[in-house]
């Protein structure tokens, strides 16, 4: 890996979360599908019929592949994620979402609308001694609480 600066603290994350699925979950998910595809073709809307098919593609590659583990490094001169610098200045403002167990999350905003926000999961990490250290270089979103919906969604859905 690249030098970066000085490290601050560094951890490990999975890439996404792996949730157990079981029988009654394939079966509700396969059969709304279902439904949502056929209701797509005898509308003749083949666009949203070629979207759900994607997203079902999707899902069984990831299922498939499973989740990698990614590094993530903060240094003193930017947050180093999956190798790739994210500098200080770069970044908006960040926030920490943390409800255990089930949410643990530190999440960085970005100036641009075509930069998604990043999501990190902040796993065994004390989420105090993270707060500290990244408000020394960025500033905390302090007005937005919980976790954004679709991170809500997803986790619900298990998707």
């Not at 990831?62 to 947050?79: F, K, L, N, Q, S």
């Not at 960085?108 to 796993?123: C, N, Q, V």
């Amino acid at each position: 890996m690249p030098d970066h600066g000085k490290t601050v603290v560094e951890w490990k994350f999975s890439e996404f979360e792996n949730h157990e699925r079981g029988t009654a979950w394939y079966f509700w998910t396969t059969l709304v599908g279902g439904i949502l595809l056929l209701w797509a073709i005898f509308s003749g809307n083949f666009l949203f019929a070629l979207i759900l098919v994607l997203v079902a593609l999707l899902l069984m590659l990831y299922e498939r592949r499973g989740a990698r583990i990614i590094t993530c490094v903060i240094t003193d001169t930017g947050i180093v994620v999956d190798e790739t610098l994210h500098r200080y200045k770069d970044i908006t403002n960040f926030r920490i979402v943390y409800q255990p167990p089930t949410v643990k999350k530190l999440y960085l905003a970005f100036p641009s609308a075509l930069r998604p926000r990043l999501t990190i999961a902040i796993t065994d990490q004390n989420p105090l001694a993270l707060r500290k250290i990244l408000q020394k270089h960025l500033t905390e979103d302090l007005e937005t609480e919980g976790e954004p919906l679709s991170d809500t969604l997803s986790r619900i859905f298990k998707i």
